[in-house]
């Protein structure tokens, strides 16, 4: 049985290095989200400002260890071996938990994932401990747990959320009205006052921060505390004086220093407070394999009040954890997918909205709508139009294209994001609060961006949804969390090594399974060969040209759809049904992506190319009703068959597959000839129009006729006749684009 806890060791080892992966992959979004979103620094330069903070903050990183040790549980009240279980459960499901979180893209919190790990796992264990034991009950629970640690690590994480968005809202909203949007001139004015306040307030949340828990600390914490005033003073005039030679002298723009010291102090702020999420508990269980392998005393007797002591820091070790965050940061995939959603949802103009409205994001819009408008009677309409010319943005006439390449934000925000949060996270760290640095940053971004009133009508619903997505998930991470550990570490109690063991399994498959998943994903989506391509030309000739290229695309997607339906329902095939679901999805959202171009499309036509625009108008409607039909195809036939409703019969899917064949040979010609723009025959593909529609009447008839003398399933044959119906429409929208496409060329 010993030898189980020596091989447990060298997992959570392991563990913890992969832990460190899917961490850095999510909280890359906190320090990272300025500087990238504001482009005031060019990716390469941001990337090494970001991986000497992680270095730096991580050899700093002891001040907040006792977290995984004592912060959630009482460690005298557990033997080794119930913290061992714990220890390997809290890892165990906070790599699962995280990196789902990844995949999604989805920013959430690592120190709410470790708590709330840490706490299930204690909890059940004790609950099994308390119904093991004749002399206590679910009343002595209390003694096991650290409620007044934990009820203030919760109350922090919430307030955090409601206190982060409304300073960050109020603070951006005051700066923006000095500075406007046109703020270059006032910039240079006095520019070098304002940098010197945020320089102020990211140096004071570095010292604080960074360095709290070091040897040089100690030596000037005295001072430091008695003194606030004067440090606080003395920084903001050595950083305004700095800042004035650097804009005077050396004509560098003071708002880029600012993020790039603030996005070092972020950087290393996150690496020396959520380290403790990544390494904690497996130096935790090291130390306790110390101790209890030397005592002599067996595992399920030997007390763990030891992990109550403080311990040194390790430097090795982080310095080490510091090396494997900073290679994580250069090399995810994920921390760029979760970094580009905190930007999508702060973008001060127009972009893909990655979210959809719900009934509640729509309910918060329109009442903080009224809310406004309310509250906007009350300000005299001379004050209402100053404040609306702060906020008025400069208009741009520019192409979709280069619109989208513009910054998320500007300097002034991106300055605002990062000295507000390091102001709030240097408060909450100097209280020994492990603030989630995650709910902080988000939510002063989101807090900005709706000041700077990046949330118009135009977006304010799918940004509102966004964020209820995301803050839903972090209440979603503390539940799963808790339950999650407290499942795994009461498997491990009842399974002991062999539970261990497979856990270990299937957890390392699930990584692999993600990072390959997530692998292809990628490929996929920069191979492009399927995607289509928004069109660029001026004139109809031009359009035809190009929009080609997506009609032969659609056309090779929509056949293979349209077969693998007609196989999904032969088959009976569920999983392959839902696939089709999905290849209709993506191709709608491609579509519609297309068609959300078109206000850029049609102002990049000059006044000869006019109906140009008409022609592309038409073109995406008939690839719009294509799609429509296949979505219905797919939707009503996945439905059925997942319900266990009766199988089509052998006659029907003979005739369905029939149809199918026939349009599907239309299909090949029509997407040969937009593949290779060989328009001459597409006179010849719509004199076959009438006979797919002929055949799809007659097995309309055909099964009129069974239905009245064979059939005994209703929802047999409603199925049967909308897939007939809807083939038909397909047929239509396909010929009706050939049609497009005729007039079009003759038009030339």
């Given amino acids: 049985m010993d030898s189980i806890f020596y091989m447990m060791i060298f997992a959570l080892a392991a563990l913890a290095v992969v832990d460190l992966v899917v961490g850095v992959s999510n909280d890359a979004v906190n320090f990272l989200n300025s500087a990238i979103g504001s482009k005031a620094i060019i990716f390469r330069n941001v990337m090494i400002i970001a991986s000497l903070g992680i270095l730096v903050g991580s050899v700093f990183s002891s001040g907040m260890m006792e977290v995984a040790r004592k912060g959630i549980f009482v460690p005298s009240k557990f033997y080794f071996d119930e913290i061992m279980f714990i220890f390997m459960a809290v890892m165990i499901g906070d790599i699962l938990l995280l990196d789902f979180f990844n995949t999604l893209g989805l920013p959430t919190s690592t120190t709410v994932s470790i708590v709330f790990n840490l706490l299930g796992a204690a909890v059940v264990t004790a609950l099994i401990k308390i119904g093991l034991s004749d002399e206590q009950t679910a009343a002595d629970l209390s003694t096991y747990i650290n409620t007044a640690k934990a009820k203030e690590i919760i109350i922090g994480i919430v307030l955090s959320v409601f206190i982060a968005f409304n300073i960050g809202m109020i603070v951006q909203w005051l700066s923006r009205l000095v500075f406007t949007f046109q703020y270059e001139k006032k910039v240079k004015n006095f ?93 935790a269980a090291w130390h306790s394999y110390e101790a209890w392998s030397v005592s002599g005393i067996a595992a399920s007797e030997f007390s763990m009040g030891i992990l109550s002591e403080s311990v040194p820091a390790e430097p090795l070790l982080l310095t080490i954890s510091g090396i494997i ?54 300000i005299p309409p001379s004050i209402k139009a ?74 304010a619903v799918y940004r509102v949804a966004g964020v209820v997505n995301v803050i839903g998930g972090w209440f979603m991470t503390a539940l799963f969390a808790f339950l999650f550990a407290g499942t795994l570490v009461y498997i491990i109690h009842l399974g002991r090594s062999a539970a261990v063991a497979v856990l270990l399994i299937l957890t390392s498959a699930l990584i692999i399974r993600n ?151 239309i299909l090949v010609d029509v997407e040969t000839a937009f593949k290779t723009q060989n328009f001459t025959n597409l ?23 069974r239905t009245r003398d064979e059939e005994n399933s209703p929802k047999n044959t409603t199925l049967y006749f909308n897939l007939l119906l809807e083939s038909k429409d397909l047929a239509r929208g396909v010929f009706s684009l050939i049609e497009e496409y005729h007039n079009g060329i003759k038009g030339q």
Wanted: glycine share 6%; proline share 2%.
């Fill in 515 to 665: 990072f390959l998943k997530h692998r292809r994903e990628i490929a996929a989506s920069s191979a492009g060969q399927e995607g289509l391509t928004k069109a660029a030309s001026k004139t109809v000739q031009g359009i035809i040209e190009e929009s080609s290229d997506n009609v032969a695309k659609s056309i090779y997607r929509a056949s293979r759809i349209f077969n693998g339906v007609v196989e999904g329902l032969s088959n009976q095939d569920a999983p392959e049904l839902k696939k089709m679901v999905k290849r209709v999805a993506k191709l709608e959202d491609e579509v519609d992506d297309l068609r959300n171009h078109l206000f850029y499309f049609i102002k990049s036509l000059d006044d000869a190319s006019v109906r140009g625009s008409n022609f592309y108008i038409m073109v995406l409607a008939n690839l719009t009703d294509i799609v429509q039909s296949l979505k219905f195809l797919a939707k009503k036939s996945f439905k059925h068959v997942d319900n266990h409703h009766k199988p089509l019969s052998k006659s029907q899917i003979s005739d369905l597959a029939e149809v199918e064949g026939n349009l599907a040979k």
């Fill in 191 to 283: 520019g070098f006052l304002f940098a010197g306040l945020c320089l102020t307030a990211i140096g004071y949340f570095i010292v604080f921060k960074g360095l709290k828990g070091t040897p040089f600390y100690a030596n000037i914490k005295d001072w430091l505390e008695q003194n606030p005033i004067l440090l606080i003073g003395g920084m903001f005039a050595f950083w305004s004086l700095l800042m004035l030679i650097v804009d005077r002298l050396l004509k560098i723009n003071v708002l880029v220093v600012v993020i790039g010291v603030g996005t070092f102090g972020l950087a290393l702020a996150f690496a020396g407070n959520d380290l403790v999420n990544f390494i904690g508990v497996p130096m």
């Fill in 386 to 459: 100053k404040i609306d010319q702060s906020f008025q943005t400069p208009t741009l006439e520019l192409s979709e294209a280069d619109a989208r390449d513009l910054p998320a934000f500007d300097l002034i925000r991106a300055s605002i994001n990062l000295a507000v949060a390091g102001v709030l996270i240097s408060i909450a760290t100097g209280m020994k609060l492990p603030l989630s640095t995650t709910y902080v940053t988000f939510m002063v971004a989101m807090g900005t961006s709706l000041a700077d009133r990046a949330w118009g009508r135009e977006s």
């Fill in 683 to 705: 006179s010849e593909c719509l004199q076959r129009k009438s006979s797919i529609i002929t055949l799809v009447s007659a097995k309309v008839d055909a099964q009129i006729e």
């Fill in 325 to 378: 965050m900073t290679l994580t940061l250069w090399f995810s995939k994920k921390a760029r997918r979760v970094v580009d959603t905190a930007i999508n949802l702060s973008h001060q103009g127009d972009t893909v909205e990655k979210f959809q409205p719900n009934l509640l994001s729509r309910s918060i819009v329109k009442g903080s709508t009224n809310l406004v408008n309310l509250f906007g009677t009350a």
